[in-house]
């Protein structure tokens, strides 16, 4: 079913939407909560969890792009659940250390709390759209669906070094970005 029947499909409160959109992207979200999360039980309460936001806020929000609207919502909610599961203790797989990536580019502080700000967002967005297309979607692939290395050069059909140094570059890129729009 296409997305703008779908929508429509919520906003005339059909119960038929929350099916249609879980056989449409359950793939699709499942891989972004399973990256952040790890576990399967976990996977799938946030994917009925996605299902029942999605219900939720369409009749105050009409989504450009379904796809984009449902994968925001699960990342949000699977980054919400890690925290609490691990809020005790430091561990729980790749999580901490994709973070710690990241926390150098961000001056110190915690990703977590700078990208609620606005300013940062539009910001990175920019650093974004400035990247060349391999390099984009191999640093969008690591920080925002947290896919392993090895898994992004599978995707690509590249080495892993090459994602490792990509990576790397990128980093230090956004690092002096955010240094000279005053982030830092």
């Not at 710690?100 to 920019?126: S, T, W």
């Not at 990247?131 to 969008?140: A, G, P, Q, S, T």
């Amino acid at each position: 079913m296409e997305d703008e029947k779908i929508i429509e499909l919520y906003w005339e409160r059909n119960q038929t939407a929350i099916g249609e959109t879980e056989r449409k992207y359950k793939r699709y979200c499942g891989k972004i909560a399973h990256n952040i999360l790890r576990e399967a039980q976990d996977t799938e309460e946030c994917l009925n969890d996605t299902w029942l936001r999605a219900w939720n806020s369409m009749p105050t929000e009409r989504p450009g792009i379904l796809s984009a609207f449902l994968g925001a919502i699960t990342r949000n909610l699977s980054l919400d659940c890690y925290r609490r599961k691990h809020s005790a203790k430091r561990g729980g797989g790749v999580m901490p250390y994709i973070y710690d990536e990241l926390r150098e580019c961000a001056g110190g502080e915690e990703p977590f709390h700078q990208v609620a700000q606005g300013e940062l967002v539009a910001a990175i967005n920019r650093f974004l759209a400035g990247m060349e297309r391999e390099n984009r979607v191999i640093f969008m692939r690591r920080y925002w669906y947290m896919d392993e290395v090895k898994e992004i050069a599978g995707r690509l059909a590249v080495s892993e070094s090459k994602v490792k140094s990509s990576l790397f570059r990128s980093r230090k890129r956004l690092y002096t970005y955010l240094e000279q729009e005053g982030f830092l």
